[in-house]
């Protein structure tokens, strides 16, 4: 899809895991079959996190710079630059502006706490990004998403009861992707394309609440070389 000058990508179970094998596997060890999916997705260098649910914000000053971070986004203004982070039921985020700032975040329930979709745009505004737009890509919806109550409360101290939804067995949810809208909105973004699609319902992405799966999909974020 385009978002912007940028394409996205949200991957599934169609193009294979996507993941890294753990949090610490070298960048020289990563499995070949792994590498040459990403490619088949992006043929450019990849920009990958090891995600720690965090704030962190990788800015990548060439394309597969900051490859390996521990971080839980990334932004550029390279053309050839691919930015991916990878899910299995947290929700990953494009963004992109006309301006030619790109980023990508990670985004679960810790990473709402921590404020990871803000700091990723203002990151971006300080690269020169100005009207700033979203995609959301596949993650876990409120209906198979219950949620413990202090939690839930935490969540929505920060970003208010619309992050509160409702389980198809009527029991306290976390509402993902309102929180990232909400999150979005907080960070001066209302420009947003949701694919609405929810991981554990679906047959064709990976993921750990449902099924514990161990394999990743990815959202990847480029502008081509001009």
């Given at each position: ?104 975040a990670h985004a679960g329930w810790k990473g709402l706490l921590a404020g990871v979709v803000q ?45 509160r939804g409702t389980t198809a067995f009527g029991r306290p949810a976390l509402d993902l992707p ?49």
């Amino acid at each position: 899809m385009r978002l912007g000058p940028a394409e996205v990508r949200f991957t599934g179970r169609a193009e294979g895991d996507l993941g890294h094998g753990g949090a610490y596997v070298e960048i020289d060890a990563l499995d070949p079959g792994v590498l040459a999916r990403r490619a088949a997705v992006c043929p450019l260098p990849w920009t990958w996190l090891r995600q720690v649910h965090g704030d962190a914000v990788v800015v990548a000053k060439v394309p597969g710079d900051g490859a390996g971070t521990r971080a839980d986004a990334a932004i550029t203004d390279q053309a050839g630059a691919a930015l991916a982070v990878l899910t299995a039921d947290c929700a990953p985020v494009a963004l992109a502006s006309e301006d030619g700032v790109i980023g990508v975040a990670h985004a679960g329930w810790k990473g709402l706490l921590a404020g990871v979709v803000q700091e990723t745009v203002a990151a971006m505004r300080d690269l020169g990004a100005v009207d700033v737009r979203a995609a959301l890509g596949p993650c876990i919806h409120a209906e198979c998403y219950e949620f413990g109550g202090s939690d839930l409360d935490a969540v929505a101290a920060r970003l208010g009861d619309v992050v509160r939804g409702t389980t198809a067995f009527g029991r306290p949810a976390l509402d993902l992707p309102a929180g990232i809208r909400a999150a979005l909105a907080d960070a001066g973004v209302t420009e947003v394309v949701d694919v609405d699609v929810c991981t554990s319902c679906s047959a064709g992405h990976w993921s750990w609440r449902a099924r514990r799966d161990t394999a990743r999909q990815a959202v990847v974020v480029w502008r081509s070389p001009t």
